[in-house]
């Protein structure tokens, strides 16, 4: 991967460099150009696009900036609104568009954004692709003029498309006996998420879906689990379902208000495939982030873990190369195989949860008691650059030393973040003072080499 594009698009401040209304449109221009190379069509074959956004104020802007770059290359373009990213993807699956482009910077603030790009068949772009983009991007400079166009009309034909898919991938579940709470983030699925849930006969308490352009994220979501824990304990509530900004996380509440994520939701869905024989391979993906706790919960039923690197489409990759059902991260990115066209949508997710639900009468909590994970401390260390990790003196030898010291019970996870300036140090064991010591030694030497 290049520096513009991280492990899941451009990401920063929105109104700044790429994420300028300028920026976009050359982006756009770029991706159309040399997405129409990539494909191959034949000559005077339409190129069709559809664009989405979640609920940041400068998600039209750019939209509308990046559709005009799109234009100048040829395509027909269309908007779904506000939408979730893996809502764009799906309507870009079904509507056989040559690319879908979503605006959102997913769990970030309101002042940052993003672009997501999907081409054929509602699948990432490839990175041979994203690198010549990249190249030619870089080569012209960010352009210092705004593109002032004005705001694409939406077409809510897309999003009722998306809706229909996601009741009649219900399968006729009746969710008639089931009060929950929906937390969806003030963002993309603020609209689609209370609907398909409603149509399937729940009984929803929905909170923070009213996107006003600053509030995405704010104190609520899947990232802030606190104010879906009181509604759900207010409303004695079956269930809380949380979403982050841009819909493909979930994250649930219990009916104590206990916080399961994405290991507990994997192991939920594991076991219920093991217990009712779905799978013909009972393996699962997960990252390195996962817990060892999600690897003997699932040991203890003959599921298998196989282990990828961090981000979705190391998870995909893992799917499709061993023809398995189900991946994910802590997260709440949970991604399905073929029947989801290897998408992860926290809306599906939640579907398929509710289903275990209904069809087991258990309550979530018991569900989901069987994930028991190791403690874990998980620090962010604020870098100025990203050497190699061996590089810097001791880093690598301290590290083994903890992991040593651990043995089998534990283990230690150094990395960079993709899309911010930061350096991730992750220890896990067995005591809880003990890694944190170990986490705080490894975070300073990350401080006294190239701290911010």
């Avoid at 041979?128 to 705001?151: D, K, N, S």
């Avoid at 809380?240 to 869905?269: F, K, P, Q, S, Y």
């Avoid at 990252?287 to 998870?315: C, E, F, I, Q």
Wanted: proline share 5%; net charge negative; with cysteine.
């Amino acid at each position: 991967m290049g520096t513009l594009f991280g492990t899941d698009g451009i990401r920063g401040r929105a109104g700044e460099g790429w994420l300028s209304t300028g920026g976009a449109r050359l982006l756009g221009l770029t991706l159309g150009r040399d997405l129409d190379l990539a494909m191959h069509k034949p000559d005077g074959a339409p190129h069709r696009a559809v664009l989405g956004h979640d609920g940041r104020r400068s998600g039209p802007a750019l939209q509308a900036a990046l559709a005009e770059g799109l234009r100048e290359a040829g395509y027909e373009c269309v908007s779904a609104g506000l939408i979730t990213t893996p809502g764009l993807a799906i309507v870009g699956k079904l509507g056989d568009y040559d690319l879908s482009v979503m605006i959102s910077a997913s769990h970030n603030p309101a002042e940052d954004n993003g672009i997501k790009i999907f081409g054929p068949g509602g699948e990432k772009l490839a990175d041979e692709v994203e690198q010549q983009m990249e190249e030619h991007l870089l080569a012209a400079g960010i352009p210092t003029e705004p593109c002032e166009v004005p705001a694409m009309e939406t077409d809510f034909d897309l999003e009722e498309q998306y809706a229909t898919f996601l009741v009649d991938a219900a399968d006729g579940l009746s969710l008639s006996e089931v009060h929950m709470v929906l937390d969806c983030a003030n963002g993309g699925g603020s609209r689609i998420a209370p609907k398909v849930l409603g149509r399937l006969g729940a009984r929803v308490h929905t909170i923070a879906a009213e996107p006003d352009g600053d509030n995405i994220n704010s104190g609520c979501g899947a990232t802030h689990l606190e104010l879906l824990q009181s509604e759900v304990r207010r409303q004695g509530a079956k269930i809380g379902i949380a979403l982050d900004g841009d819909g493909d996380r979930c994250m649930l509440v219990d009916e104590n208000g206990g916080v399961i994520h994405g290991d507990g939701v994997m192991t939920l869905l594991a076991r219920s495939a093991v217990a009712n024989s779905k799978w013909k391979d009972p393996r699962i993906v997960a990252t390195v982030m996962s817990n060892k706790g999600l690897h003997r919960a699932l040991r203890d039923v003959g599921v298998g873990v196989l282990t990828v690197g961090v981000g979705d489409r190391s998870v995909v990759a893992g799917l499709k190369a061993e023809g398995l059902s189900l991946g994910g991260e802590q997260s709440g990115h949970i991604v399905f195989g073929s029947d989801l066209f290897h998408i992860g949508d926290g809306t599906y997710t939640a579907l398929r949860v509710l289903e275990v639900l209904c069809q087991t009468k258990l309550p979530l909590s018991e569900l989901a008691a069987p994930y028991q994970p190791y403690p874990q401390v998980l620090l962010n260390i604020p870098v100025t650059s990203k050497p190699p990790f061996a590089t810097i003196p001791g880093l690598e030898d301290a590290a083994k030393e903890v992991e040593d010291q651990l043995g089998e019970d534990g283990r230690v996870l150094l990395r960079y973040s993709g899309t911010e300036s930061l350096a991730r140090v992750m220890v896990e064991g067995p005591s809880a003072p003990l890694i944190e010591e170990h986490a705080q030694n490894l975070a300073a030497l990350f401080v006294s080499e190239i701290g911010a």
